[in-house]
């Protein structure tokens, strides 16, 4: 069965840094999607990948998909503390499955 | 247009009730799925439709069952609860274009 793997499990940074956090799967990627639940709510849809290379910018969040590693990562300029949360991908399988990784705790100092 | 509407929001449920998680969608969705979280943990699925009259076990399926008579409505069932069963349940939804996985707001189960 796929395999999601997200790292770092958390994250602490200062307001204003950059950040960037990974999603690798076990298996080869037919869409990926990347979602942000605030503590104890529902998930907020940030963008969805399904090319290899593509890459798309929501506000400071950026998302990429390299195919050829399986790999999809999101990076956050200059971070303030409305992006903390944790940081969830997700992937579907051949068969309509979808399946997530554990998530990216993300905490932004101010 | 009302997205993905998940009932109860919260629930407590004594060892061996059963209960029913409803799901239903309003945007002719065939992708239907649901999910459990655990404290501290991502979404683990339970189960999964990509139609009417289909559905498929996910990672996590002991204990529940799922039927999918209309493309609109996609309930959970629990059948004897256990403590183990207390958990956050969200239902998702896709569509044909597979462009955004939408998200209910998720039932609060406790089982005591």
């Known amino acids: 069965s796929q395999e999601l793997e997200q790292s770092p499990q958390s994250l602490i940074v200062q307001e204003g840094k950059n950040l960037t956090i990974n999603c690798t799967s076990s298996?080869?990627?037919?869409?990926l999607y990347w979602y942000k639940q605030k503590y104890g709510e529902g998930l907020i849809f940030l963008m969805m990948?399904?090319?290899?290379?593509e890459e798309k910018s929501h506000e400071k969040i950026t998302a990429k998909l390299d195919e050829k590693k399986q790999q999809s990562s999101l990076h956050i300029t200059a971070s303030q503390p409305s992006h903390a949360g944790i940081y969830l991908c997700?992937?579907?399988?051949?068969?309509?499955?979808?399946?997530f990784g554990k998530g990216t705790k993300l905490s932004v100092k101010p | 247009n009302a997205g993905v509407t998940q009932t109860p929001k919260f629930r407590i449920l004594k060892i061996g009730q059963s209960m029913t998680l409803q799901c239903a969608q309003d945007?002719?969705?065939?992708?239907m799925y649901w999910y459990r979280q655990d404290p501290g943990m991502g979404l683990k699925l339970i189960y999964y439709?990509?139609?009417?009259?289909?559905?498929d076990k996910g990672e996590v399926p002991n204990g529940y069952n799922v039927s999918r008579s209309t493309t609109e409505d996609f309930p959970l069932r629990l059948e004897l609860a256990a403590p183990s069963q207390t958990s956050v349940y969200f239902c998702?939804?896709?569509?044909?274009?597979?462009?955004?996985?939408?998200f209910g707001q998720g039932t609060r189960l406790t089982v005591v």
């Open positions: 998702a939804s896709i569509g044909r274009l597979n462009t955004e996985a939408f």
């Open positions: 298996k080869t990627l037919y869409g």
């Open positions: 990948l399904q090319k290899g290379g």
């Open positions: 997700g992937v579907r399988g051949s068969q309509g499955n979808l399946i």
């Open positions: 945007m002719n969705h065939n992708y």
């Open positions: 439709s990509v139609g009417a009259g289909i559905t």
